[in-house]
């Protein structure tokens, strides 16, 4: 699965959007672009996946740029309960190897300030 | 509600004892994982699994043991062979096969440690 890199920090208000970035340059045309979230001494937490489109579901929205080679997750109102660390995922389904696991970084860890 | 209970949640180990980890899912996925988590890290596979008496090691999965006998249990031995076994250990699940797009659920985690 392709590599990607993301801050390793940032900062946000409350009630406020942020935008988590992630850069992906080396992303395969079979690669779905992943983002979970794990907030302290707690287990990963599924955000939202897509391909080429943007997404949107009740926790957030992805944004996928044209040429697929960045992603921006987007959070619309921050609460203090978002902040954890972030992970962009690339997994490969066709490619990506039977086991199926997901490769996790160190990812963004996210602050919110009330 | 449906999810993946982990227990304990903190577990110590004595030198030279096995301990067992437990991960109990009511979701009805196929696919179970085990990972490892040390701080400041990503996680790293140790064991999978996609159907009953089946699993395949990951990674690191040298001091570790599983068992699938039941679709909703996969739990996880660290053996004392395991030298360094000072971690947080993730259970997750997913539905369908182990290469599909769906995606994982993770229970709480086992905090595990030395005495």
């Known amino acids: 699965d392709a590599k990607t890199t993301q801050p390793n920090s940032m900062e946000s208000n409350e009630e406020e959007p942020v935008h988590l970035p992630c850069n992906h340059s080396t992303i395969s045309g079979t690669d779905y672009i992943h983002w979970y979230r794990q907030l302290p001494s707690q287990g990963p937490e599924y955000v939202i996946h897509?391909?080429?489109s943007n997404v949107n579901n009740r926790m957030a929205s992805l944004a996928i740029a044209e040429d697929r080679k960045s992603s921006t997750l987007i959070l619309h109102r921050a609460t203090l309960r978002d902040a954890a660390v972030y992970y962009c995922i690339l997994r490969d389904v066709l490619y990506g190897g039977s086991q199926g696991n997901l490769i996790f970084g160190k990812g963004t860890k996210l602050s919110v300030k009330p | 509600d449906g999810g993946i209970t982990q227990s304990p949640k903190y577990l110590f180990r004595k030198e030279g004892q096995n301990v067992t980890l437990s991960c109990e899912q009511n979701l009805n996925h196929d696919a179970m994982y085990w990972y490892r988590q040390d701080p400041g890290q990503g996680l790293r596979l140790i064991y999978y699994?996609?159907?009953?008496?089946?699993?395949q090691k990951g990674d690191i999965a040298e001091g570790y043991s599983v068992s699938r006998e039941k679709k909703e249990s996969f739990p996880l031995t660290v053996t004392s062979a395991q030298k360094n076994p000072t971690a947080f250990y993730l259970c997750?699940?997913?539905?369908?096969?182990?290469?599909?797009?769906?995606?994982?659920?993770f229970g709480d985690g086992t905090r595990l440690s030395i005495l």
């Open positions: 897509g391909l080429t």
């Open positions: 699994s996609q159907i009953v008496n089946d699993f």
């Open positions: 997750a699940s997913k539905a369908g096969r182990l290469y599909s797009n769906q995606p994982q659920h």
